[in-house]
């Protein structure tokens, strides 16, 4: 998870392909160049005039398109000017409240919107003497504000939690517990001390990562300059400086996360089951998260918009973000509010946790034959060992409830967020459906025709130029042509740099005598692999679902200590693990039809799939491949082989798991054999390609 948390910090923030991103080298560029200025007017004046020079020639210097670059040059440019005069900037928000209260419908000063223009106009007055000082604040705001971290370290205290609690449960350990001479309270107070360890470790592994890849990335600047100087804190009121901040946001962090391991904890002991009890905390983010999106900031609800389990998680806009809570009609500081809150809710749960577990008989979970899976039980008399195999697998150990998350997820996504094409994809897709077919001699007459009236144009365009020049035509006739032929000169253009290089690759295949066909083939190099990060965003997925689903099938006899009892048995264990790769290759089947036939559905919606029966070598990249195989056969030889590999990986992790007997092991193990190896190359790092099975995985021709 530790580093999955770091790929995924580094390729969301660092690395990223979503629209409009603006690289790490982008603004370290710009704020390297910011400093070479003393002066924050000539720093403002630098900014200002890169904007101008923008607008003017639309040259970029830093980002690599005119939207991302005039984004970094306003956001700089805001930024400067707020700490260049952080005292006009704070003198504003006085103003703009006590303006407010002269407004006619806030002018009763037992509303709550009066009391809190007074109360924002109090709380600024004491920083309009800071000196805020301008420097790099993307280290700061990467380190904090990265919510993945999040879910990942909740994730981590449910383990927590099923290691103190729910082990004890499967096996009905509490009651002889409790006759031991320190079985009930002292032994409840280790737990929670043990637990509020386990998460400051877990924070400071997870948010520390965060903060070394942003210090390394971007730096942190001067640590002693006030909070108010970083981007996004301009509206903070608490007088600290950059370093107290990073250590008030990790404290924050790590009590926060305590709250929630406690809040697990108590669920873990009075839920019937687990998954009652996960279901239940569950149900408690929803319901935060709801809370959260709904109520507005003007309701005399919005205590419970902000005093919930979702917005203390997010423990960079508690602090950055100035607010006032409405409590009965009072404007109180969010920041008071939440610290209150957040320790009486862990001094309460806390002493709830060694109450219940003290007071409170812990039973086992239940496992009662009225329970949803003891009636999906096989038939007494089956002795089929495969089928009672598959019913562990799919139900005991709870892969069939994984598959089904995972083809919910798949289902969202493919509903939800079809693949976007570029504009020069959608003008391929044109073009070549336009001329889709057999590439014989009447396509190859509509292409020359094509390239004839696109000349035909050029020289019209130069003939409309020539006679308005010599007064032959009157400007607005000489505009209305112009315009008509830019059109179709802007398209020509297109024209020649996607169209007439294939056609070009097309006509040399043909005197090569092979029988090729225009495709679209755009979507073919998608599907299977050739471009784009696509097909190895959905290898990664397959990996990680492989360990997570087959390691258990294999290490659950050795971890139930029942491993003995079927060595003595009359097949023995050595037959049994046969049946338990079979088991796995079955699960391993399934779940590359759970990937890649949505990944097939996005692509063919979104690309279009025709002429599946045209030569392979008709797509260039597949050139060197025979006429005899058509574009079907080679999506079908390429799909069975990676199926095959993920079959070969299956019994590579089904050994793993064998010799170390332990699941926590293997999957440590599996991850860095498999699933690190193929991160890298997804970055663009290619140190491991030899060694692992990235190729063979992702193969093609």
Known sequence: MLLLNGFFIYNKQIKGNDIGFISANAKISLNNDIAKYNNNNDKIKFVHNKLKALEKDDVTHYADDSYSERTLLDNAENQ??????????????IEKS???TGVSIF?????????????????YKPLSNIETAYSNSEGVNMAT?????????????????????????????NSLQRTCRYGRNKSAISKMVVGFITTAVICLMFYGVNYIIAGYTYRFGDLFRPIQSVDSFSNCTLRINVLQYLMLHFITKVLVMYLIYTIVNVLSMVGKSKTISYIAFLCILIVSYCLNLFIGDNTSLMCFKYINLISFVDTKNVISHYRNINIFGEPINYVTCFWIVLLVLLLGLVALNILIYSRKKI??????NNSFLSKLKISRGSTNVIVHELYKTFLSNKVGIIILVVLLTQLYITISSPIVLSNDEKYQKYYFSYYAGDFNSNTKSKIENQIKKYEDNKKLMDKCMSDYDNGLITKEKYEDLFSTYSTIDEDYSNFKKYVIPYYDYLINQSKADKSVSVVNYNGYCALLGLEGNLSNTYCLALYVLMVICIIPIFTVEYERKSIHLLSSTKLGFKSLVFKKIVCSCIVTALLNLLIYVPYFIRIITSYGINELGAAACSIEELSNISDGLSILNVII????????VSLVITV??????????NTIISIIITTLVFVVPLLLPINDINILNNFSFYHLQNFNF
């Open 107 to 123: 002018e009763d000063s037992s509303s709550f919107s009066y009391k809190n223009a007074v109360k924002t106009a109090e709380d």
């Open 652 to 661: 590579i992790i089904s050994g793993i798991s064998l010799f170390t007997k």
């Open 637 to 644: 030889i390429t799909f069975a082989i990676r199926l095959l």
């Open 80 to 93: 400067l000017k707020i700490v260049s005069d952080y005292k006009a900037y704070i003198n504003k928000i």
């Open 98 to 100: 006590d303006n407010i």
């Open 145 to 173: 504000d990265f919510m993945l971290t999040d879910l990942i370290v909740i994730l981590l205290l449910c383990i927590v939690c099923d290691a103190l609690i729910g082990s004890e449960r499967n096996i009905n350990i």
């Open 363 to 368: 039973t086992a979970y239940n496992k009662s």
